[in-house]
């Protein structure tokens, strides 16, 4: 093999996920930096703990949530030679607000804006996991759908068609088998690859409103916006307030938004600055 050929081969290893995961740095909570912000949800009972775990190696920081009484467990990875942290939300059915666990989980998506959301769904009830991934992509652009548990599915003799699934929510859906590691180097590269824009996702989003709930849903959105500049998805705040969300509505009443939102875009800046700093 002359020096060209392995030349070739050695940058084609670097770029399969064989190669990448066995360089993948499992980094715990040692994290003082990061490149991007991986939120981890789905319903109880999909192996969403043992995703996290098993991107983070087993190395996790738990506390409680600022203000509250719910766990809160972060870790970290590095992979493509970005560190990403991975942030893992409480087990929600829904992001409608009706428990302390899915207000937290829809805050955090919404108004922390992770560069990825990963939602952990069950190969084997689809029908009922896939409301919250629809709730979350009502919110957010950047989702990863991981499909996980399939070889239960298999198991069961269900087929599921990831590739249909995909198209049809306009988002990555990746089959894993977390507790026995399939599937996990192409969630790797997926989350990497949605975090950085390599992929673009386009996701499935309400379209077909009627005329009075569209111009109800796109005049509530504008004040929405004027009020709270900087919002992050004004769009589905309306829609909630239509749907009468108490949450929400007190959330506007007391001027709760503008916080959550200035709250987060501060913390982003703080984050940026340490990035250049540490450029510099």
Not at 159 to 178: F, W
Request: aromatic share 4%.
């Amino acid at each position: 093999m002359n020096d060209i050929d392995k030349k070739n081969l050695d940058s084609a290893c670097e770029t399969c996920p064989v190669h990448q995961r066995a360089y993948l740095l499992k980094l715990g909570v040692d994290m003082e930096e990061w490149n991007y912000v991986v939120a981890l949800c789905g319903n109880p009972n999909t192996g969403k703990s043992t995703v996290f775990n098993a991107l983070t190696g087993l190395r996790q920081h738990t506390g409680n949530w600022p203000g509250k009484t719910v766990s809160r467990a972060e870790g970290g990875f590095e992979y493509g030679g970005s560190n990403f942290k991975l942030v893992d939300l409480p087990g929600t059915y829904s992001l409608l607000s009706t428990t302390l666990d899915e207000e937290i989980a829809r805050d955090f998506i919404l108004f922390g804006q992770p560069d990825v959301t990963v939602v952990v769904v069950d190969a084997t009830r689809l029908e009922r996991n896939l409301n919250l991934a629809l709730q979350v992509l009502e919110i957010t652009d950047r989702v990863v759908i991981c499909l996980n548990l399939m070889d239960e599915a298999r198991r069961q003799g269900l087929q599921v068609d990831e590739r249909r699934l995909s198209r049809d929510l306009g988002v990555p859906v990746v089959p894993t088998s977390a507790r026995y590691g399939e599937g996990l180097d192409t969630l790797l590269e997926t989350i990497h690859d949605v975090a950085s824009g390599t992929i673009q996702c386009k996701p499935h989003r309400i379209q077909h409103l009627s005329p009075s709930l569209s111009k109800a849903v796109s005049e509530l959105a504008s004040q929405v916006e004027t009020a709270f500049p900087g919002l992050p998805n004004a769009r589905w705040v309306a829609l909630r307030l239509l749907d009468g969300d108490s949450r929400i509505a007190e959330a506007v009443k007391l001027g709760e938004l503008g916080d959550l939102s200035k709250s987060a875009a501060e913390e982003n800046e703080v984050e940026r600055s340490m990035k250049l700093e540490a450029l510099s």
